[in-house]
Nanobody, 119 residues
Framework: QVQLVESGGGLVQPGGSLRLSCAAP????????MGWYRQAPGKGREWVAG???????SYADSVKGRFAISRDNAKNTMYLYMNSLEPEDTAAYYC?????????????WGQGTQVTVSS
């Protein structure tokens, strides 16, 4: 069973930055479209950012210009750089392989990493 491991979350003040990491088997990262998703308390899980196997990136409107996704195949790790964080970004963040439109995910979810933006 493929295991995805997210890390890097924490408590940060509004306007701050964090870098999230997603460790996954290399074959998964290299060959699949990968996405970051988040789930705020009382809300459904939503797509945040994605990167194709060819390196094309895309972002939800709510994070465009503030977040950046990247992938290091040598380290079997995907990253989400989050800048100018807002309280509305507070959520548990997850990574997963996904379909090209990011509407369906392909693997079991990991444990996620909690991001809390608060003063």
């Amino acid at each position: 069973q493929v295991q995805l491991v997210e890390s890097g979350g924490g408590l940060v003040q509004p306007g701050g930055s964090l870098r999230l990491s997603c460790a996954a088997p290399g074959s998964i990262l290299k060959l699949n479209t990968m996405g970051w998703y988040r789930q705020a308390p009382g809300k459904g899980r939503e797509w945040v950012a994605g990167i194709t196997s060819g390196g094309t990136t895309s972002y939800a409107d709510s994070v465009k210009g503030r977040f950046a996704i990247s992938r290091d195949n040598a380290k079997n790790t995907m990253y989400l750089y989050m800048n100018s964080l807002e309280p509305e970004d507070t959520a548990a963040y997850y990574c997963n392989a996904a379909t090209a439109d990011y509407k369906r995910t392909l693997l079991n979810w990991g444990q996620g990493t909690q991001v809390t933006v608060s003063s």
